[in-house]
């Protein structure tokens, strides 16, 4: 692999039985960079975070990537006991847990069970804890699906400050045009298992490279 890169696929296809999930999808990463990954449902946004975070294997093509890596799943999920111990898990001393608390505006809500939270609490939750990490390689797969408007701000905010901090490079999969555009420094739309278009966001909203771009993206609400 390129020194320069973090990773690199080349004609990924993952297929289930007999449904296509990916399909020659190609693409190379370079260090430090924000991908957004964009696309309908059906579009093999999961699958490819999935294939990238060696949770399941692609039926065909080649990838290299970086090893140092932390993955938050689309499904967010809490173990027993308080916010706190559900980051210390991952590694974090109490600090820092607070910290990362503070930050995605849970810490009132510290001593509280975490199996109580609400969808966006657990999904901001999810994240605390994967963010307690340090990587070369941060693959997030919906990380505001969950969220309103504030949560989704918070999250973005706390993706870019993590990112700044670390150099890492970020991957992550999104149904969010505003967390494409805010936190992303390029956009990959997928159509039909396959990359309709790719460059910046800003290049693509304004000028979108086919016309099923043109009106995926005119139905962006912004």
């Known amino acids: 692999m390129d020194n320069n890169c973090a990773v690199q696929l080349k004609d990924i296809t993952k297929t289930f039985g007999a449904v296509v999930a990916n399909e020659n999808v190609s693409f190379d990463i370079r260090k430090h960079e924000v991908l957004a990954i964009l696309g309908e449902n059906g579009s093999g946004k999961t699958t490819l975070l999935k294939i990238l975070g060696g949770i399941i294997k692609a039926s065909e093509g080649s990838l290299s990537v970086s090893e140092n890596m932390l993955y938050m799943p689309q499904n967010s ?12 898990i991952g590694g974090a001393d109490r600090s820092k847990a607070l910290e990362l608390l503070e930050k995605l505006e849970l810490s009132h809500l510290a001593d509280k069970k975490a199996k109580s939270l609400s969808g966006g609490e657990l999904q901001r939750l999810s994240l605390c804890r994967v963010l307690s990490g340090k990587c070369d390689l941060l693959l997030l ?13 918070l999250v973005i905010k706390a993706i870019k400050d993590y990112q700044k901090s670390c150099g890492c490079t970020v991957i992550m999969s999104t149904h969010s045009p505003m967390l494409a555009l805010n936190a992303s420094g390029r956009l990959i739309i997928l159509n039909g298992r396959r990359i309709e278009s790719d460059g910046s966001p800003e290049k693509i909203l304004a000028n979108p490279e086919t016309q099923w771009a043109k009106s995926f993206a005119a139905g962006w609400k912004i």
Do not use: H, M, Q, V
């Open 141 to 153: 797969d919906e990380p505001t699906s969950a969220c309103d408007a504030n949560g989704a701000e």
């Open 77 to 88: 999920y809490a173990f027993r006991g308080d916010l706190i111990k559900n980051i210390i």
